[in-house]
């Protein structure tokens, strides 16, 4: 195990970052594995990973799919995955059983062992949303997480590869607790704008809204942003809503027709509701600004290629694709991280 972020936080926090999704992926000299560890869950709210034209009152309802599975293949063009080594997504599957098939991987003749595997937990994703991060059933969560990870380095030990195989663990997001008295109901705006529930798009931590093309978005901001100044809004000066254009540039949130063109954003730890329904909830999310300390995961490198107990300074996790590519000495598509990040966290070829 080489690399955690720089600043390391205290128990909680590391506990709370864990929330995350946790990703793990692998790599031996022939052989790279991928850990993906969620604290997204499969079954519960991911408003920011929502498709476009899904009403908010349909955010309740659970999905089957995993929006970090998704988020997570970066992949363009044309790569054939034979159909016995990428199964599709299924959350049923116990978490035993998906290191299992990582490590059966390791037992094929060479030819046919995959130079790139991924496992994904949806823990403690899944708990967090439900009980927010610093209740007893996240601690409970961690450790199942850290005995399959435990599994998986037995069982890589076991085959004597644990030390030429690259492991990268990641998760992709951190986890704040809320509760219903800091939340912000748009129905309260009403003195100065309705928002009928057809214009949103999506709430909680991520307020996005179209509104019908003959509304002018400007108008639709600035009425908001009167209304949540006013001091009559509960909660309503910790709520900033943009024209997407308008949105600070180190959010990179503007430059696609799926961006709604109206983005609210909550100070940490609030909520945006339709309406006050009377459900009282404390719970936790995630999709707060990334410059939040509470949204950050964690990154552990382990192999060939990671000096043993070197601590790194934070970055962002867009950078994990060139180190990947590079690890794995292949070409990638273009993508956001920079070109130079591989080369600051690896050591160079050959070096053991
Ligand atoms: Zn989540």
């Known amino acids: 195990m080489a690399i955690i972020p720089d600043e390391t ?3 909680k926090l590391l506990i709370s970052s864990l929330l995350l999704t946790t990703f793990i992926a692998i790599s031996s000299t022939a052989a790279f594995a991928f850990l993906f560890f969620s604290s997204a869950a499969v079954n519960h709210h991911h408003h920011h990973d929502r498709p476009p034209n899904r009403t908010a009152a349909r955010e309740t309802q659970s999905s089957s799919r995993d929006p970090n599975l998704l988020r997570w293949v970066p992949i363009r063009g044309s790569w054939i995955c034979p159909e016995n080594y990428c199964a599709h ?5 116990p978490f035993e059983d998906r290191v299992d098939t990582v490590l059966n991987y390791f037992d094929l003749p060479i030819d046919e062992m995959p130079v790139f595997m991924m496992l994904y937990f949806e823990d403690p994703n899944h708990q967090g949303h439900m009980v927010g991060p610093d209740h007893p059933r996240i601690t409970k969560s961690v450790k199942n997480i850290d005995r399959m990870i435990g599994r998986l380095i037995d069982g890589l030990e076991k085959r004597s590869v644990f030390q030429d195989v690259t492991i990268i663990m990641v998760g992709d997001h951190g986890m704040v607790g809320t509760c219903d008295k800091k ?3 748009l129905d309260d705006l009403g003195s100065w704008i309705e928002i009928p529930e057809e214009w949103v798009q999506s709430v909680g931590p991520v307020l996005s809204i179209r509104p019908p093309s003959d509304r002018s978005v400007s108008e639709v901001v600035a009425k908001m942003n009167e209304g949540l100044r006013s001091g009559k809004v509960k909660n309503g000066d910790k709520l900033r809503v943009y024209r997407k254009e308008d949105l600070p540039e180190r959010l990179h949130y503007s430059g696609s027709e799926r961006i709604p063109p109206i983005i609210g ?5 609030f909520k945006i509701e339709l309406k ?3 459900n009282p909830e404390c719970a936790g999310a995630h999709g707060y600004d990334n410059a939040f300390f509470s949204m950050r995961t964690i990154f552990i490198g382990h192999g060939p290629r990671f000096a043993r107990g070197r601590k790194v300074p934070t970055f962002e996790n867009v950078e994990i694709y060139n180190l990947i590519t590079s690890i794995l000495g292949i070409n990638g598509a273009p993508n956001n991280g920079s070109s130079s990040f591989a080369k600051t966290m690896l050591l160079p070829h050959n070096h053991h």
């Not at 997504?89 to 599957?93: A, D, Q």
């Not at 954003?265 to 730890?269: A, F, I, S």
């Open 9 to 11: 936080p205290t128990t």
């Open 89 to 93: 997504y299924n959350g049923s599957v």
């Open 183 to 185: 939340y912000i109901y």
């Open 265 to 269: 954003l909550v100070e940490e730890g």
């Open 276 to 278: 006050d329904l009377g």
